[in-house]
């Protein structure tokens, strides 16, 4: 699944976690190299799989390994998360042995629209499936799937983690920038749907109005060569710091989150800045205005739109009182519906009721 761990990753870390601490037993598997480093210690249980597949055998065979693993430990129910994990799910059911368990597949969003023609097949993959978002309900439904089959639950972030008493702002001291500084950071896997393109350009617009400002962009991924040689020549003003795993103290850092993406769901990154109090500016593209409600928690510029996106940026810097009050705010949103423990007892109850059918 590569070294870079975005927000589904993420998500699955976090709901482990919860799940454990209710009493159950949790077993992730997965391609080792980042989750296994990730739940190291939390008592949930990693198992090596190459999971990541997409050629018939190598279904098949994932699924050899996932039916082993539930006859071995006895799991009840298994929880995919996408449309691939889902036919390997489904094809588990299937030996000389019986192997009954239940299958309810996570579906944060399918790597690319096109596939969602072939969203129907999780009628017959899967018994229910869990979305992040009502945008990402709707994309199912208009993809064949049967609406009765989908629970939306909005996946969430441990506001504990994510909280300025409980973080620094490592990149002020790592750059030596003054408190004063306005710094404007994107945080996601470097991939084409990201637009790290406009953030770059945006950047360089505000930068001519107000030298002072810095721009951060965190990530890794296979967009790596092509966001670098984007951003030669502007080291002075924005800074490339790769992957990291301090997120809420880069967030600490900054004064107003930007996530420019041309497609998304109900991204996680989003609700992470909330929880720091950050004002967050987003793109008017899927779930994201079920987050963030435009001048009231935050702002919402349209995609690939740069100059937009500098425009807003520049609003920040203009308007610091403004700022802290939308941050503010977007941290009681974040507590009114993406609260942690919140996630963890609404995805108990929706496994309990399919265990109990």
Same mark, same amino acid.
């Given at each position: 699944?590569?070294?870079?761990?975005?927000?589904?990753? !993420?998500?699955?870390?976090?709901?482990?976690?919860?799940?454990?601490?209710?009493?159950?037993?949790?077993?992730?598997?997965?391609?080792?190299?980042?989750?296994?480093?990730?739940?190291?210690?939390?008592?949930? %249980?990693?198992?090596?799989?190459?999971?990541?597949?997409?050629?018939?055998?190598?279904?098949? +065979?994932?699924?050899?390994?996932?039916?082993?693993?539930?006859?071995?430990? %006895?799991?009840?129910?298994?929880?995919?998360?996408?449309?691939?994990?889902?036919?390997?799910?489904?094809?588990?059911?299937?030996?000389?042995?019986?192997?009954?368990?239940?299958? =309810?597949?996570?579906?944060?969003? =399918?790597?690319?629209?096109? #596939?969602?023609?072939?969203?129907?097949?999780?009628?017959?993959?899967?018994?229910?499936?869990?979305?992040?978002?009502?945008?990402? +309900? !709707?994309?199912?439904?208009?993809?064949?799937?049967?609406?009765?089959?989908?629970?939306?639950?909005? !996946?969430?972030?441990?506001?504990? $983690?994510?909280?300025?008493?409980?973080?620094?702002?490592?990149? +002020?001291?790592?750059?030596?920038?003054?408190?004063?500084?306005?710094?404007?950071?994107?945080?996601?896997? #470097?991939?084409?749907?990201?637009?790290?393109?406009?953030?770059?350009?945006?950047?360089?617009?505000?930068?001519?109005?107000?030298?002072?400002?810095?721009?951060?962009?965190?990530?890794?991924?296979? *967009?790596?060569?092509?966001?670098?040689?984007?951003?030669?020549?502007?080291?002075?003003?924005?800074? #490339?710091?790769?992957?990291?795993?301090?997120?809420?103290? =880069?967030?600490?850092? #900054?004064?107003?989150?930007?996530? !420019?993406?041309?497609?998304?769901?109900?991204?996680?990154?989003?609700?992470?800045?909330?929880?720091?109090?950050?004002?967050?500016?987003?793109?008017?593209?899927?779930?994201? $205005?079920?987050?963030?409600?435009?001048?009231?928690?935050?702002?919402?510029?349209?995609?690939?739109?740069?100059?937009?996106?500098?425009?807003?940026? *520049?609003?920040?810097?203009?308007?610091?009182?403004?700022?802290?009050?939308?941050?503010?705010?977007?941290? +009681?949103?974040?507590?009114?519906?993406?609260?942690?423990?919140?996630?963890?007892?609404?995805?108990?109850? =929706?496994?309990?009721?399919?265990?109990?059918?």
């Amino acid at each position: 699944m590569g070294n870079d761990i975005g927000g589904a990753k !993420n998500d699955v870390i976090t709901l482990s976690n919860e799940l454990k601490k209710r009493g159950h037993d949790v077993f992730v598997f997965s391609a080792p190299g980042v989750m296994d480093q990730e739940l190291q210690g939390s008592g949930v %249980q990693f198992v090596p799989a190459p999971f990541y597949t997409r050629s018939p055998w190598g279904l098949f +065979r994932a699924s050899r390994l996932l039916r082993k693993e539930i006859r071995k430990n %006895q799991i009840q129910l298994v929880n995919p998360q996408g449309m691939f994990t889902a036919a390997i799910g489904w094809l588990a059911h299937f030996g000389v042995a019986s192997c009954k368990f239940k299958l =309810i597949t996570t579906i944060h969003m =399918i790597s690319s629209l096109r #596939l969602y023609k072939w969203a129907w097949t999780l009628n017959t993959f899967t018994e229910a499936i869990i979305t992040e978002s009502s945008c990402e +309900r !709707n994309r199912l439904i208009a993809g064949g799937v049967k609406p009765e089959r989908i629970t939306v639950i909005n !996946n969430s972030v441990d506001m504990e $983690r994510f909280s300025r008493e409980k973080s620094a702002p490592t990149l +002020r001291k790592e750059y030596s920038l003054d408190d004063s500084a306005p710094t404007f950071g994107l945080i996601a896997r #470097l991939s084409p749907e990201k637009r790290h393109c406009d953030f770059i350009k945006a950047a360089e617009i505000v930068h001519q109005h107000y030298p002072q400002a810095h721009f951060f962009i965190v990530g890794d991924g296979p *967009c790596h060569d092509e966001v670098y040689s984007l951003a030669k020549g502007k080291e002075a003003y924005l800074h #490339l710091t790769g992957a990291r795993r301090d997120i809420p103290d =880069i967030l600490h850092s #900054l004064t107003c989150f930007v996530l !420019n993406s041309k497609t998304e769901s109900l991204p996680l990154s989003i609700r992470e800045a909330m929880s720091m109090r950050l004002p967050v500016i987003v793109t008017d593209v899927g779930g994201n $205005r079920e987050a963030v409600i435009d001048g009231v928690n935050g702002w919402v510029v349209p995609p690939c739109q740069p100059e937009k996106l500098a425009e807003r940026m *520049c609003h920040v810097i203009n308007n610091p009182e403004e700022s802290v009050k939308l941050g503010e705010e977007g941290h +009681r949103f974040c507590q009114k519906c993406f609260e942690v423990h919140n996630w963890g007892r609404k995805t108990e109850d =929706i496994f309990k009721k399919m265990l109990n059918q």
